[in-house]
């Protein structure tokens, strides 16, 4: 009989540890507007976010100035930063995009209006001098950085180049090969190999392709209407392009280097992200006041979002959680919570525990973290409709449960995530029969 009391009071024990609070109430519905976030200055449009995610840069292409802001993304406030007002020459002026260096130190932003790209150093949220960057554009727009953070390309929308900056001597090479190869050359992203270079050529109806190694265009991709922004998966396999001119959004396969499909049903597509995780494209429809949800398994538009204005830049936040869209028409930008997935690869076993002279049977459940967005903690239910919680564990603890049963009995067990803003994810199930 004490063994039995022993046995008795450690699962009590067990229990209580697993067990650590209820589910919130209140929970985050995915693909809504969470925040709309005010203080910008007219016609804000590419935002590019600190590798750490603490703050978001907002590019403003229009009025008189501050033609940059910075929100701090903890509190979704704009700070203050008069330093980033300055004079000519190395002044922002219409900014339209910014790629910040992958160590996190310095930003670069195309100036829409001028013929200069301005050097920003992150820390002190100052314009430094660059007399290397200022002259050789005319009209830059789209910039990405190689992953090595070595190399700069930018596109010039009124002359038919691409323009590579050097970025430890902030100058721009002598590129030949990217000389005259384009059409109104609208934006640029890179592959995560580093080995290319995709650009938009808004005058026409292709693609661009260059080899890094060469500084060369050697593919150009037809297909397409009026190509505007581009969005590539985070493991490089796809490139998703915004046509503008037919409402669509094409699909190019990075391994055949082709246009494998064009989805349909945008309305002015000028925006365009892809989610860490790769499952899902959000488009910007330009003409509307909407952004478009595709599920990239079927290359469907699986829901609308509605609530914008004119949304014309759509970033997402490096750990997965938000996006965060520029409203060109308002001045303001507007945050969307994203899916969370199911935990993966949940297991069940049926055990048995030893604990003295008794043996009773256990039912374990362990699992794994999904793809970004990660939850900070899950909660583990007995039933479907997840109302019979049992247990709450934070994500920095051993992702599993265990619980004592009767012999013969069978249980399911469902495992839901939340992540940091509160959004719930779809239960991971698994049944576990004792003998």
């Known amino acids: 009989m004490k063994a039995t009391h022993l046995l008795s009071a450690r699962l009590t024990c067990i229990a209580l540890l697993l067990i650590f609070a209820q589910a919130s109430s209140g929970a985050t519905i995915p693909n809504t507007i969470t925040n709309t976030i005010n203080g910008f200055n007219s016609n804000p449009e590419g935002i590019a976010f600190t590798p750490n995610g603490q703050y978001a840069y907002v590019c403003n292409n229009g009025g008189s100035g501050p033609y940059l802001n910075v929100i701090d993304v903890a509190t979704n406030t704009v700070l203050n930063t008069p330093e980033l007002d300055i004079g000519a020459p190395y002044a922002l002026s219409f900014a339209a995009y910014m790629a910040i260096t992958p ?17 920003i150093d992150i820390a002190t949220n100052t314009v430094l001098p660059a007399p290397g960057l200022v002259g050789p554009f005319n009209g830059p727009n789209g910039i990405a950085i190689t992953p090595d953070g070595k190399y700069a ?45 995709y650009v938009s050529n808004a005058g026409d109806t292709t693609v661009s392709i260059i080899d890094i190694n060469t500084n060369t265009v050697v593919n150009t991709i037809d297909g397409f209407s009026l190509p505007t922004d581009m969005a590539i998966t985070l493991d490089g396999n796809f490139i998703y392009v915004a046509n503008f001119f037919n409402s669509s959004v094409g699909v190019i396969n990075a391994a055949t280097q082709t246009l494998t499909t064009t989805i349909n049903g945008f309305d002015g597509p000028i925006a365009i992200a892809v989610t860490p995780s790769g499952k899902y494209v959000y488009v910007g429809n330009g003409n509307t006041t909407t952004v478009s949800v595709v599920d990239t398994a079927s290359n469907s538009i699986i829901t609308t979002i509605d609530g914008f204005n004119g949304p014309s830049g759509i970033t997402i936040t490096p750990d997965g959680q938000l ?78 449960f265990q619980e004592y049963v009767l012999p013969g009995s069978t249980q399911s067990y469902y495992v839901t995530g939340t992540d940091g803003v509160g959004v719930v994810s779809p239960a991971a199930s698994v049944v576990i029969t004792q003998p």
């Open 153 to 197: 390309y930018v596109t010039n929308q009124y002359i038919p180049t691409v323009t590579v900056i050097d970025i430890a001597s902030n100058t721009v090479l002598s590129t030949p090969g990217l000389t005259g190869a384009f059409n109104q050359p609208n934006n640029v992203v890179i592959t995560p190999d580093g080995k290319y270079v």
């Open 323 to 400: 996006a965060y869209v520029s409203n060109y028409s308002i001045t303001t930008v507007s945050v969307i919570a994203l899916p969370v997935s199911a935990p993966a690869n949940l297991q069940g076993f049926a055990l048995r525990n030893t604990f003295l002279l008794q043996s009773a049977p256990v039912n374990r459940i362990t699992w794994n973290a999904p793809v970004l967005p990660l939850p900070t903690v899950y909660n583990v239910y007995r039933d479907e409709a997840l109302t019979d919680l049992v247990a709450t564990i934070p994500a920095t603890a051993p992702l599993m």
């Open 103 to 119: 160590d996190g130190k310095y930003g670069y932003v195309t100036n829409g209006g001028a013929s200069w790209v301005s050097l």
